[in-house]
């Protein structure tokens, strides 16, 4: 260190290292600070870029034979230290062994900014089925709950076979979780009919839904009063069908519904008994005793 401060004398230059890299760190040891080169120059002579978009490139491995000049007073010099990554004997120097500490007044390297942290990922819902009535057929009380949201309340008109919609599909069904939310979306949904003109109350008695009917009629008692083509009611057809569970649950809501006629005179004794349900008629029979006469 004193030769180099006091008598001037530059340290010694590997001879492995090449030409254009050694008077480059030659000229950074100028005893007079404007004879040093600028950082610039010095970028220049070592042949790399001093375009500030690109950093220069740092190497971290323990140093072999330093040497650092700190001279007094202002100075634009450039402190050059030189690593190699190898064991055993030096070999060529290459620049990217060159680690250059750049005074900041000189060169501004544009700093990184840290980066945006990233939200964690809202889990989306699992959704198993894209189609309205596919949903409905399974039961998918999140896919139908979805959908509806993604499409609008319109979808719970979409028609399917025989005219059916989502909501009429359900109540066929029994699924009275998918109905709740259909209906919670649009409640005119109870007054749906299909191709026959059966309501959702009609086909829920159809095939014996007792749940499907009990929900029905909680959201609208009136419902019983609905008929159909011929002036058919729910009892007729559940009669005709030979659901004795929803005929016994529709005369404990409405007894009255005992006489109940279609536009031909037939009351839900006769359509039982036009169709050999027995089981129905004793149902029926137990209720009153003179529908025989």
Not at 15 to 35: L, W
Not at 208 to 218: C, G, P, S
Not at 230 to 240: K, Q, R, S, V
Request: proline share 9%; net charge neutral.
């Amino acid at each position: 260190m004193m030769a180099v401060v006091v008598d001037k004398q530059i340290p010694r230059i590997p001879d492995s290292v090449p030409a254009h890299i050694k008077a480059a760190i030659e000229s950074c040891f100028a005893f007079k600070p404007e004879d040093r080169p600028t950082a610039r120059e010095l970028l220049a002579k070592l042949g790399m870029s001093s375009s500030p978009s690109k950093e220069p490139v740092l190497v971290h491995p323990a140093p072999v034979s330093p040497a650092v000049v700190s001279p007094t007073g202002h100075s634009s010099g450039v402190h050059v230290s030189m690593a190699s990554t190898a064991t055993g004997p030096p070999s060529a120097v290459s620049p990217t062994q060159i680690k250059l500490l750049v005074p900041q007044e000189q060169t501004a390297f544009p700093t990184q900014q840290p980066s945006a942290k990233t939200p964690p990922n809202v889990p989306q819902p699992q959704i198993k089925h894209t189609d309205i009535f596919k949903a409905v057929e399974e039961n998918d009380v999140q896919s139908v709950r979805w959908l509806i949201e993604r499409d609008g309340k319109d979808i719970l008109d979409k028609r399917g076979h025989f005219e059916n919609t989502p909501f009429l599909l359900a109540a066929k069904k029994g699924h009275v979780g998918v109905m709740s939310v259909m209906h919670e979306s649009k409640p005119d949904v109870l007054k749906q009919t299909d191709q026959n003109g059966f309501t959702a109350l009609y086909l829920a008695a159809w095939f014996d839904q007792i749940e499907a009917m009990k929900f029905l009629y909680e959201m609208d008692g009136s419902i019983l009063q609905q008929t159909g083509p011929d002036g058919w009611n729910a009892i007729h057809l559940a009669a005709e069908k030979g659901r004795v569970a929803a005929v016994n649950k529709l005369l404990e809501w409405d007894p009255k519904l005992i006489d109940a006629r279609t536009n031909f005179g037939f009351t839900s004794f006769m359509r039982a008994a036009n169709n050999g349900h027995v089981d129905v008629m004793k149902a029926l029979y137990a209720k009153r005793k003179d529908l025989l006469t």
